[in-house]
């Protein structure tokens, strides 16, 4: 099929195809999936400012069919969401003037590239460890309670021994404080999920997607946020961040939606299956299946750089 | 495996199937009407284009849900009812 936008010849099999497996990882894990689709789309032949554009056009189509189907299971805190667009926007917006500076030095790729290999590798093996621990301590609390159902509570299948993390910061004292009942949170600081999310908003301006790998960890951990919940806030927030930066790729031309299109077909069937696992997997196997997919991103990114490729990290 | 699952996969697999067969027609028709229509657009009205892609992308993501949720319900296989996360 030849896409006339973006003048390149791609059979539209292997678009439906890297879709549904990056729709699968969006629901089930509520990320962006660019660290995928983006070289994915490189090596299709896409030139390089419409593989940012058209993965960010991708992203919010996909993102509007798993944060729907997350929303029917109740998996999306609104409130909380909406609260987080204070942090995210002015983040993003940091993350790319951050960008703009250093693209004038003449080591942009290396410091953004290895920025994003060390953060990716630091939330892998922190996750892992994490839902490891957590798994092992699951088993040895339900091998000692004879007569307790197996099945066990979504929350006691969602507990974390990084709990403790988020019981402090629940307890801060910096006001104003907020409610969150769909998340089952008392009270906790605006503040901090301002600066939650401006963590996630700075990195998705800084590295490019849609940073669920950081927003999504940072909610269950620091904030406390059941992982479903999680995922369905993460990728409302997706809507909204790749939204704005699809208009804003769309205008400078960087956008062919007819391969955005294509690729969605297929993400639009992975992204069901994807959320409809979830509830099938305990939130700590959620997490601990998460584990190896941003080390496949830092290979990805310590491949470009180590090739001297013209993969751009911040593209992804 | 969890019964549930395995009737889950089994409805995937068919909703999959009769999604593939749709999405045949879907590219010959649809995509293809759309491409030099875009195309204009792209070239001769950019701001017009950039709100275009995104509705498009946003309704087409909306119309194939719809379309695998009809899909799933014609050929009777029913998924089993979840409840809200986060709360047992």
Known sequence: MNFSISQVHIAPVYLVLVGFAVGVLGGLFGVGGSFLAGPALFGFGLPMNFVVGTDLAHIMGKSVVAARKHYLLGNIDFRLGGLMLFGTIPGVECGARLIERLKRSAHVDEVVGLTFILILVTISLFMAWESWATLKKNRSTVAGKKGRSSNGSAKEDDRSVFAFVAHHVQRFHLPPFVRLPASGIPRVSFLVIIGVSFVGGFFSGFLGGGAGYIRMPSMIYILGIPTRVAVGTDLFEVIISAGFGTITHALKGNVDVLVALVMHTGAALGAQFGAVLTQYVSGTRIRLAFFPLPLIGALIIAYGLWAKHAVTPGAF | ?88
Request: net charge positive; glycine share 8%.
């Open chain 2, 1 to 88: 495996m969890n019964r549930d699952l395995k009737s889950e996969l089994r409805s995937f697999l068919g909703e999959a199937l009769l999604y593939a067969a749709v999405l045949l027609v879907y590219f010959a028709a649809v995509l293809h009407f759309l491409g030099a229509w875009l195309y204009h657009l792209f070239v001769a009205e950019r701001k017009l284009y950039a709100f275009v892609t995104v509705g498009l992308i946003a309704a087409q993501g909306l119309l194939l849900e719809e379309l695998t949720r009809r899909i799933s319900s014609w050929i009777g296989w029913k998924r089993p009812p979840a409840g809200p996360a986060g709360r047992s």
